[in-house]
C-alpha cells in the first residue's frame, strides 16, 4: 500500500473546522483513502474513506484532490472530545500486510 | 448494530505463560484481523481470518497463533510470553466484496496485556 505523509500535530480552536491534510502521492488506482483516529489507549475509531470523489458522512467530509495525490479531512465543527491522532491510509483491501497506520497527526482541539 | 467486543480488556501475565484473548466481529463480518500496538512500533499487522481460515499473516513468530470459528468469532493465543510482548492487542472486523477484497475494518476497544 502507498506511504502517506501528514503533518505531526495541528491545533485548532473549539466551534471551528479542523483541516487535516495528507499527502499519498504515490497511490494507486485501487487504492482508497481511509481516515481512522485513536483516542488515547482506545481502539481506532474508523471516520471516513473514498477513492475518487468527495465523501462526507456524519463525521466529517474527505476532500480528495483530481489527481488523487493528496486529501484533507475536515471536521466541520470540532469539539474537545475530537482531540486524537489521526491516521491518512491509503489500502486496496486484503494482502499481508494488513492495515499500516504511520505516525498520524495528533490534532488538539483548543478550548 | 453492536460494535466489535474484545475480552478481556485487560491482562497481567508473566514470562513463560501463555494467553488467549477473544474477539467477537460485527454482526454479519465474516472477516477478522489481529493487530498489535506498541509505542515503539505503532500498530503491526497479525493476521486475518476469513470463513474460518487464516487468509493472510504478518510477520510474527509462530508463538503467535489464532483461529476462527463457524459464527465468525475469533481468538488469537500467544504462547511463552515475553516481556515485548506487552502491547494493546486489536481486533478488526470486516465484510469481504464480491472480489474478497476486505472492506471498511472496524476496530474493537482492544485487549491491553502486561507481561511481568
Known amino acids: 500500500d502507498a506511504k502517506t505523509t501528514q503533518p505531526t500535530s495541528m491545533d485548532c480552536a473549539e466551534g471551528r473546522a479542523a483541516n487535516l491534510p495528507c499527502n499519498h502521492s504515490t497511490i494507486s488506482g485501487n487504492e482508497y483513502v481511509y481516515w481512522y483516529r485513536q483516542i488515547h489507549s482506545q481502539g481506532p475509531q474508523y471516520i471516513i474513506h473514498g477513492l475518487k470523489n468527495n465523501e462526507t458522512n456524519e463525521m466529517a467530509s474527505l476532500i480528495i484532490t483530481e489527481d488523487r495525490k493528496s486529501s484533507t479531512l475536515i471536521l466541520p465543527h470540532a469539539t474537545l472530545r475530537d482531540t486524537a491522532v489521526y491516521y491518512c491510509i491509503a489500502y486496496s483491501g486484503g494482502g499481508a500486510d494488513g492495515l499500516t497506520f504511520g505516525k498520524g497527526t495528533h490534532l488538539i482541539i483548543q478550548p | 448494530k453492536a460494535g466489535v467486543t474484545q475480552t478481556p480488556r485487560y491482562l497481567i501475565k508473566t514470562r513463560g505463560q501463555q494467553v488467549t484473548l477473544s474477539c467477537s466481529p460485527i454482526s454479519g463480518h465474516r472477516s477478522v484481523s489481529w493487530y498489535q500496538q506498541t509505542p515503539g512500533q505503532g500498530l503491526q499487522f497479525l493476521f486475518e481470518y476469513f470463513s474460518e481460515t487464516q487468509r493472510n499473516k504478518g510477520n510474527f513468530p509462530g508463538r503467535f497463533s489464532g483461529r476462527q470459528f463457524s459464527n465468525s468469532r475469533s481468538e488469537m493465543n500467544v504462547s511463552t510470553l515475553e516481556l515485548g510482548d506487552s502491547a494493546l492487542y486489536l481486533c478488526?472486523?470486516?465484510?469481504?466484496?464480491?472480489?474478497?477484497?476486505?472492506?471498511?475494518?472496524?476496530f474493537g476497544p482492544g485487549t491491553r496485556l502486561l507481561v511481568l
Open positions: 478488526a472486523s470486516s465484510t469481504v466484496g464480491k472480489t474478497l477484497r476486505q472492506e471498511t475494518q472496524y
